[in-house]
């Protein structure tokens, strides 16, 4: 079956050159780069460095030795998050300044901490999910011992203003973490120009592998490891290097900073053609998150009277998602949805798209026609669209709270 | 919510082609359940004609599943006593899909009591001093049959 | 350059039915398993849970739901001991019971959890590296919530009587932890005959990938994750899964369950071909670790009067290693050889054999043909033989302490 | 101790083919530097003769690189008078063998200890009272080269 993938957030295909790149890793060279009697160590040793200089070139940091791999970016959230707080833990009440619509990576990690007596502030949110720069200075104090700020979010691809929250940050002296999983090779990102100390980086959301990523530890930045052993990746992160997915990931990450213009505009096209059409052909879908300021590879729409997973499986033959694909095993409609203030019947009508390196015009045609019969074949048979035709306003209709 | 490897042939098929969608013509009995913050609002109207429910159709807002157990619901009513019918179970309504994955036994639940609403709806209408009402009018729910909940401000 | 690679305890080459098993999983089925809304997650959730079933059936485990995976066995013994630790926080004082042989994975996070008030308790190995079941037993009270005890040392092979301790815990009433990493595929390993509660693998260390690993925890055991974020892995490990990762790690445990007893009977024979031919060959190489109840692919020989590295160099074409490939970036002589009560110059003059799939007879020839040249040369140059041939016992002589 | 692809070709032509290993006959001077417990001991012993080392050999215990620097030493000082032999630095070692890895720099400066122990030896056998001794009685350490350390129990 020819499955059209547009769920990219969740994750994204191997792109064929790191596949390529990592082959040898998984054959031949298959030395554990701590082995240093012998050359399979020296060759793995190498190919890890290498790796490091590609990522740093990435994210603009100013050298490879601030590059930490870990298992993938929840690992580099929790540690970026726990070590930070371990490290700081002479002070006392410490807090850390975040947002509602953080990925859980960051969010249950805060709730963790919480229970260790981390007080967790949330900056507001508009309801288009950017964060209130006034509202944000106003939650940080002399007991901040971290901003968390993701750059791009994973379910309505709003890009946060992290330039303008690095200044704030360094005007406080307080340390910038920022997630920027779902931003990286999709837009610029660079820890020198916007005063990033730490930041998170996942291999299988760039065309690399699953299973491994990065934390950028700016120079001088202090954290306590949270896995002990050997003492690898500078005392960080213990256990032995995954040479192939490091090997993959640095590959992803040099494909990334290249392709970077010419993939996000084209994306941009596909995307901007794919919103143009829904307005144009299907009335009342409306656009969850911010107009223009967010990812070119993302869109989220509520269609309307319509049940969202009933739409998807209209959509057969395309792979798309109603929530965020790592939290969506509850019937709870998406809590980032929720904090941006979309009603609770919109959220569940709610689709996302995330585009990527396969989709093509031809298929956001084919998408287009699917969206707009099934949405309609759908709202025949809702009585929800019965009740809006007659005026009812859903959102405000009392409701019996059944089951 | 792994809907796309378990929902069975029978699943599909009301799913894409769903039986009796709409609203009966002169119904004399209508449930609705459910509520769109939880993803599922089933209305069920039906006519009653001595005992016998003589028209069933549906109208739903939910998934794949709400969809099917609406329409197979339906199916499994026509024609049947009101007493017979009131004994149709969401077990029996998801024996009839050939079963629904765990995470959507909810949704059988939700037809069965679709099902119950619209018939306890006819019946009340039934009793003395409450003239029969028009379907719209007899939009109700379950835990508050009997009350005019068309709040909307 | 044709390396014959004998350093397999290091790590070891991805088996090939490993990576053909892997391979869809690198290429179109990248599915996240975590996507419920289209067949791409619902296949790669297949293959996670098949994973699951081999090594669960490779360890004797009653479940598979008491698989947890990991980013490999670092991040496993992190989480069985600082999981265990956190899970009984109420309790004061506690201790942990292990032996001073571990793995730095296991040592590095005893010593971390000690700075947190948890009290770690050595019980005493003899010369050969076993255990002393007594001073265990005696080293158990009332506050000890964990015993920790590796199924084999990855530097001198030695097999603990695990099936011994873990009545011993179950008597006591206490939890049982084994580092089964260097044990699987090479000897038999049942969590439900021992009594083991908690049991860590690593992928790479048995013809699986680098980067994956897991955690048994027995149905029941409830530990405090160290990575939040999401809830996958029944709450006790966050992250989106390694797929391909955890597929090849199922094939290895599948593998290492079939090819068991024909594996570790052949690699025995060209460990005792080694063995023998060391001893007929070369005087006074003295075995490091238990002559018997060691792994059937591990050798340690002090080659006296020769300096370690010097000989590896010397054995040039053999990939071999004077210590634990993960801990050996110091110019520290192995803690494990300390430990078991190695005199200092002999340490220094220590080479690992650990053999594997890829050896024969052929090469143990050749091995040997090079070792006893290289120490005829090499005892040539050495004034430590010279002092030998005096009589100067050399463990005794009174070296000033220089640089 | 990236040992494989860092040594220089001269290294391991010194490794595999050493210069002068043994003792020299009728030695003069003799240092002994460093501990099987660091993992490196150097026995240097020479010959001179007019204030000339006419002759230099090595025996050493130790990696790769501390074999090649004693072999490089003993062919650096043959010839020289000794006051210009006290001039070669472990710089001037490493240099003769195209640079050595950071983590074995330590064994060119046990180099340098061994030749210096090895000719302040000498020169002690020359102060008056003190016999010349044989090389095997001469054998003596960096910071204690007038002691005799043959203490073994
Ligand atoms: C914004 C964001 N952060 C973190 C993660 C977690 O990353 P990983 O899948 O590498 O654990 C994801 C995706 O799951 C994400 O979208
Ligand atoms: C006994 C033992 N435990 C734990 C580890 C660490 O495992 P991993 O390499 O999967 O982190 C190793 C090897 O490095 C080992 O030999």
Same mark, same amino acid.
């Given at each position: 079956m020819n499955l059209i993938y547009m769920d990219h957030h969740a994750t994204t295909p191997l792109d064929p050159e790191v596949l390529d790149a990592m082959m040898p890793y998984l054959t031949t060279e298959f030395g554990n780069p701590s082995s240093n009697t012998h050359e399979m160590g020296h060759f793995a040793r190498i190919a890890v460095e290498k790796s490091r200089t590609q990522l740093a070139l990435l994210i603009g940091a100013s050298s490879p030795d601030e590059i930490v791999f870990t298992s993938g970016a929840t690992e580099a959230d929790n540690l970026a998050l726990k070590g930070i707080v371990r490290a700081f833990k002479e002070r006392s009440q410490p807090n850390i300044v975040t947002i509602a619509i953080e990925h859980k990576a960051i969010l249950d990690t805060a709730k963790s901490l919480q229970k260790e007596g981390v007080e967790i502030r949330f900056a507001k949110i508009d309801s288009s999910g950017l964060v209130d720069l006034d509202d944000f200075k106003r939650k940080i104090d002399a007991k901040t011992i971290l901003i968390s700020i993701q750059t791009?979010?994973?379910?309505?691809?709003v890009v946060q203003p992290v330039n303008q929250i690095g200044k704030i940050a360094r005007e406080h002296n307080v340390l910038l973490h920022t997630d920027a999983v779902q931003a990286l090779g999709r837009i610029d990102v660079n820890v020198l120009r916007d005063n990033i100390d730490l930041l998170s980086i996942s291999g299988h959301k760039m065309y690399g592998p699953k299973g491994v990523g990065g934390l950028y530890v700016r120079k001088g930045v202090r954290l306590v490891p949270m896995i002990d052993g050997g003492g690898h990746e500078r005392g960080m992160r213990s256990g032995t290097l995954n040479v192939p997915g490091i090997v993959g990931l640095g590959k992803a990450a040099e494909i990334a900073k290249r392709d970077l213009l010419a993939e996000s505009s084209r994306l941009t096209l596909l995307r901007d053609m794919l919103a143009l059409g829904i307005a144009e052909r299907i009335d009342q879908a409306k656009l969850n998150g911010h107009p223009t300021r967010r990812l070119p590879n993302n869109l989220n729409f509520a269609f309307a009277y319509v049940e969202g997973e009933a739409l998807l499986l209209a959509c057969k033959g395309f792979a798309l998602s109603t929530g965020s694909a790592c939290t969506s095993?509850?019937?709870?409609?998406s809590y980032v949805l929720k904090a941006i203030g979309v009603p609770d019947h919109l959220a569940h009508s709610s689709i996302r798209f995330g585009l990527g390196k396969s989709n093509n015009e031809d298929q956001i045609e084919l998408l287009l026609h699917k969206l707009e019969t099934s949405v309609k074949r759908l709202r025949e048979m809702s009585p929800l669209y019965d009740m809006a035709k007659e005026g009812i306003n859903i959102d405000n209709y009392q409701w019996p709270h059944s089951h | 919510m792994d809907v796309w490897e378990n929902y069975t042939e029978k699943v599909m098929d009301h799913y894409e &082609?769903?039986? &009796?969608?709409g609203i009966v013509d002169n119904a004399n009995g209508v449930g609705i359940v459910g509520n769109p913050a939880c993803g599922d609002v089933m209305k069920l109207t039906i006519r009653v004609e001595n005992n016998i429910i003589v028209d069933a159709k549906f109208k739903t807002f939910g998934c794949g599943a709400a969809i099917a157990t609406s329409s197979m619901v339906t199916e499994m009513v026509k024609g049947k006593n009101i007493d017979t019918a009131l004994e149709i179970s969401n077990k029996g309504v998801m024996e009839a899909l050939g079963g629904l994955p765990k995470v959507k036994r909810h949704c059988s639940v939700l037809a069965e009591d679709a099902l119950k609403a619209a018939i306890e709806n006819y019946k009340k209408s039934l009793l003395p001093g409450r003239p029969e009402k028009s379907a719209h009018e007899l939009d109700n729910h379950k835990g508050n049959v009997d009350e005019t909940v068309h709040t909307a401000e």
């Open positions: 791009a979010n994973s379910e309505i691809g095993t509850s019937l709870q409609s | &082609n769903p039986r &009796n969608v």
